[in-house]
């Protein structure tokens, strides 16, 4: 039998687990990208060292996975803890999906294309939490700060690398053999 204790330990674990999982996919694309396409894209003087964004957004996962453990706490019978949990999971969809669109896609355009609705499903999961768990919505305050400014950074170097598609167009006529290195 679980005890009460090992039941919240494990939802706990559960929760960030499922977040920073968010994250290892969203890096698999971010990750090789970076070597090959974002190293060589001109970026904005304010643009952060690139060490400096796997620790924070851990630690942005950790509060994240923390912030819907709160939430699923409160009983997953309660109607607004659905609500709430449902809207989380897709904006750990959207996030997951920047990744893909900006690092994956190689394109800043479809990245600020897609951090728009992520950081809109970001501010409704606050204000869902608010209702349930006040301690919930406020881990999430510096997840909306990060993605507020990665939605600055993100728009400056779509301007600065105007070409909406980015690499895309030029690595499918590589793989297809239709240009050359």
């Given at each position: 039998?679980?005890?009460?204790?090992?039941?919240?330990?494990?939802?706990?674990?559960?929760?960030?687990?499922?977040?920073?999982?968010a994250?290892?996919?969203?890096?698999?694309?971010?990750?090789?990208?970076?070597?090959?396409?974002?190293?060589?894209?001109?970026?904005?003087?304010?643009n952060?060292?690139?060490?400096?964004?796997?620790?924070?957004?851990?630690?942005?996962?950790?509060?994240?996975?923390?912030?819907?453990?709160?939430?699923?706490?409160?009983?997953?019978?309660?109607?607004?803890?659905?609500?709430?949990?449902?809207?989380y999971?897709?904006?750990?969809?959207?996030?997951?999906l920047?990744?893909?669109?900006?690092?994956?896609?190689?394109?800043?355009?479809?990245?600020?294309?897609?951090?728009?609705p992520?950081?809109?499903?970001?501010?409704?999961?606050?204000?869902?939490?608010?209702?349930?768990?006040?301690?919930?919505?406020?881990?999430?305050?510096?997840?909306?700060?990060?993605?507020?400014?990665?939605?600055?950074?993100?728009?400056?170097?779509?301007?600065?690398?105007?070409?909406?598609?980015?690499?895309?167009?030029?690595?499918?006529?590589?793989?297809?053999?239709?240009?050359?290195?």
């Amino acid at each position: 039998m679980v005890k009460l204790g090992e039941s919240r330990l494990l939802k706990l674990v559960v929760s960030v687990i499922i977040a920073l999982f968010a994250g290892i996919i969203g890096s698999v694309f971010t990750t090789a990208s970076i070597p090959i396409w974002y190293n060589f894209l001109i970026k904005p003087p304010f643009n952060p060292p690139s060490w400096l964004f796997s620790p924070v957004w851990t630690i942005l996962y950790i509060l994240i996975g923390t912030s819907a453990y709160l939430v699923w706490m409160v009983g997953w019978e309660n109607k607004e803890v659905k609500i709430a949990l449902s809207v989380y999971g897709v904006q750990l969809v959207l996030n997951t999906l920047w990744s893909i669109l900006f690092f994956g896609l190689q394109s800043p355009f479809l990245g600020f294309l897609g951090i728009v609705p992520l950081w809109i499903s970001i501010v409704l999961t606050i204000l869902l939490f608010y209702r349930v768990s006040k301690k919930a919505a406020y881990l999430l305050i510096p997840y909306i700060l990060w993605v507020s400014f990665a939605a600055i950074l993100n728009f400056t170097v779509w301007q600065l690398n105007p070409w909406p598609y980015g690499q895309l167009i030029i690595n499918f006529m590589i793989f297809q053999g239709l240009a050359t290195l």
